[in-house]
């Protein structure tokens, strides 16, 4: 109808009950093409819920989720399209640990696009190349280090040329010396124009990289706004608190 | 142990060549020994080659049967897991000398009388039902070891069911539960043994009936047991190569 494009990912009044608990209570976001989104607030908040309700890693109990134009709902064949455009990077990583680091990246091309396995392994060595593993591609997983790993999960979800990355703390399974060569290769990643939403405790990445902070309490979001914003001076106490908290932390 | 860690395709192939060799040519040396066994030498090797047939028949049906009833066992449509519990609770509650009569003599008075199973035959499906019931639990067990995160990957990369199942689950799961299926192959070179009640001649039935025209239980039996001997120091070395060979990947 109009010129404004259609954000990528729509969330409304999004529910998630766990038994009778509420771990998201109408959550409603949008995140346009392109944009970074950090994800922060204290733990049991529902980060990860909401954004393992993004890929039908936890089926919504009520309202609506629209990712690049298609429902998310109990039509697979909708999910399998979303699950084609949404990538995810796991707090653990989660690589295949019976495949090579190659056949971890080239597995779902192959399987999922239908790609041939020579044209899947040479897109798997570029994106190797990219994430800096090139000379690791015929190791197995436990034979890395964590950050090298957390690499290798980013070279796999975009091995399937995702428009969607979701992050659920990428980071905070590394020790800290590995922290940052994951972080660099995020940060590269967000200047590619991919739609990144980020669930991460690193204030550092959000402040400079993200377009956006979504800050989670109880299960709702209680501020969306600019890094800048919330950084210097959040609306709600809950935020306030939860920064002062997180500055004396570390 | 150590060199077959090292180098488990060496050892496989050692095993394998190894087995082939005995069985072809162990006639040559017992036929060299003195009287109840010398004469017998030819009787011996076709036990020997019986009771590997039997072994590597019903040990690989076994694996496949222990596969197909460990995941129905873990299915979500109830009467496939009942059907599959049943199967494991039946085969694993009664005797194997029970189940190989029953192939034996029940199963043909049910069976269109246009089919008739040979005696192998019918000792192959009894051990290959029995077997199977125990590798179904090992099976299982070795799904339920995977971590969930693994199937989360694989759903979140747009994989189907099914192959998240095949490319990931099973896998690393047989991978698991091999020592265990490797296990249940290495007794059943002993179990085959019973076929020896319907008239299979395998090893064990040879020996039997040498001793009984010898009258001499005690070389030839020493006999049998040292075959027998081999013959799962082969299938042991075998397994625990093809065990060191599928570790790659794997926690030190
Ligand atoms: N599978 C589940 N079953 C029951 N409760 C769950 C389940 N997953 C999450 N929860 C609950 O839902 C709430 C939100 O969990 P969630 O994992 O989304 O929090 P989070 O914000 O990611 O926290 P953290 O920073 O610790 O990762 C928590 O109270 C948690 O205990
Ligand atoms: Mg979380």
Same mark, same amino acid.
């Given at each position: 109808m109009n010129s404004t494009p259609q954000p990528i990912i729509i969330a409304r009044n999004v529910d998630k009950r766990f038994g009778s608990f509420y771990? *998201?209570?109408g959550v409603s976001a949008s995140f346009s093409e392109g944009q970074v989104t950090a994800i922060v607030g204290p733990s049991g908040s529902g980060k990860s819920t909401f954004l393992r309700t993004l890929n039908r890693l936890e089926t919504h109990d009520a309202g609506e989720i629209i990712i690049d134009g298609i429902e998310l709902n109990d039509n697979l064949q909708h999910l399998d399209a979303i699950r084609r455009e949404v990538g995810m990077v796991f707090q653990s990583f989660n *690589?295949? @640990? !019976? *495949?090579s680091i190659l056949r971890n990246v080239a597995l779902a091309p192959i399987r999922v696009r239908k790609m041939s396995r020579q044209d899947a392994e040479a897109r798997a060595m570029a994106l190797l190349e990219r994430v800096g593993l090139k000379n690791q591609a !015929?190791?197995?997983?436990?034979?890395? @280090?964590g950050g090298q790993q957390q690499r290798v999960a980013i070279a796999r979800a975009l091995a399937m040329d995702p428009k969607v990355l979701l992050f659920d703390e990428p980071t905070s399974a590394l020790d800290p010396e590995m922290v940052n060569e994951v972080l660099t290769v995020m940060r590269e990643l967000a200047h590619t124009g991919i739609t990144m939403l980020v669930v991460t405790h690193e204030m550092g990445f959000a402040r400079e990289v993200a377009d956006r902070v979504i800050f989670f309490d109880e299960g709702a979001i209680l501020e969306d706004t600019t890094p800048q914003a919330f950084f210097s001076n959040p609306d709600h106490e809950r935020a306030q608190a939860f920064l002062s908290q997180v500055r004396h932390g570390f | 142990m150590n060199w077959t860690k090292k180098y488990p395709g060496w050892t496989m192939f050692g095993a394998m060549a190894g087995l082939l060799f005995f069985l072809w040519g162990v006639a040559i040396p017992l036929s060299a020994a003195p009287a109840p066994i010398g004469p017998a030498a030819q009787q011996f090797t076709e036990g020997a080659r019986i009771t590997v047939w039997l072994t590597l028949i019903s040990g690989s049906v076994g694996v496949v049967l222990g596969i197909l009833a460990g995941i129905g066992k873990l299915s979500k449509f109830m009467p496939l897991r009942l059907l599959c519990d049943f199967y494991v609770w039946l085969i694993r509650g009664t005797p194997l000398l029970l189940q190989i009569l029953f192939v034996w003599l029940a199963v043909p008075s049910i069976m269109p009388t246009s089919i008739s199973l040979s005696d192998f035959a019918c000792a192959a499906i009894a051990l290959s039902l029995n077997i199977g019931a125990y590798n179904t639990e090992c099976v299982r067990a070795g799904i339920l070891a995977v971590p969930h995160g693994q199937v989360e990957a694989a759903k979140a990369l747009g994989l189907t069911p099914l192959q998240t199942f095949l490319d990931v689950v099973l896998p690393q799961s047989l991978r698991v539960a091999l020592p265990a299926l490797a296990n249940n192959m290495a007794s059943l070179v002993k179990d085959s043994s019973l076929a020896y009640v319907i008239s299979v001649v395998e090893l064990t039935m040879v020996g039997y009936r040498v001793q009984a025209e010898s009258f001499q239980p005690i070389p030839v039996f020493l006999t049998i047991a040292a075959i027998y001997l081999i013959l799962t120091t082969a299938f042991t070395t075998l397994t625990a190569a093809l065990e060191a060979r599928l570790d790659v990947g794997q926690k030190r």
């Open positions: 771990a *998201l209570r *690589l295949f @640990s !019976h *495949l !015929h190791k197995y997983p436990v034979q890395l @280090s | -």
